[in-house]
């Protein structure tokens, strides 16, 4: 039931939920393995058989698959630590984008264990992952070559080495063959 509020017409967060659902035609175990719930929770969310979600987490992963801002939300409380977008966050939102992928669609292409995990790069809670097959699928279900990819890969895995103490400068010459190493195995 949608509540007024100053003239404006705000619709409660289930009820937003159950339209979302309804209208993308998505399927609530779908939904509910995107975002990292059980079904049962999904349904009472819907039915409010439970307060919605006051969890920031929850809420921005339910905001993400729906394509929304999570301050959409009344229950939504702007947490303290603030989400780093960095460039493999829009590098993929472009290419969401020039591919005319809503988020569900884009969400459907990847295997079900590794949706989650999408919706937490999406929201910029998760950077890039280190394993090259997980990253190969982004590729593959983003249309874009391996080599596209590479370089923020590539970045990811420098930053990882680095902040486990790896010094680029005195180990120039390792560090250059690695990553042409890397560069060689991917283009085979």
Not at 82 to 97: H, N, Y
Not at 141 to 165: F, H, P, T
């Amino acid at each position: 039931m949608a509540m007024k509020k100053n003239s404006i017409i705000v619709m409660k967060s289930s009820e937003m939920l159950a339209n979302f659902l309804e209208n993308s035609n998505l399927h609530k175990k779908d939904f509910a393995q995107m975002i990292g719930v059980t079904l049962s929770y999904v349904y009472n969310l819907i039915d409010e058989t439970i307060p919605f979600s006051t969890r920031s987490t929850t809420l921005e992963r339910i905001a993400t698959v729906m394509d929304i801002s999570p301050e959409e939300f009344s229950e939504y409380k702007i947490p303290q630590d603030p989400i780093v977008f960095d460039e493999t966050t829009e590098f993929i939102k472009e290419k969401q984008k020039e591919n005319n992928l809503s988020t569900v669609q884009l969400l459907k292409a990847f295997p079900r264990k590794q949706r989650l995990d999408i919706v937490d790069i999406l929201r910029g809670a998760r950077p890039l992952p280190l394993d090259w097959k997980e990253v190969s699928v982004i590729a593959q279900v983003l249309n874009v070559s391996e080599e596209e990819i590479y370089e923020y890969w590539e970045a990811r895995l420098k930053q990882v080495l680095q902040n486990a103490g790896f010094n680029f400068e005195s180990n120039s010459e390792l560090a250059k063959q690695i990553f042409n190493s890397c560069r060689d195995f991917i283009q085979k």
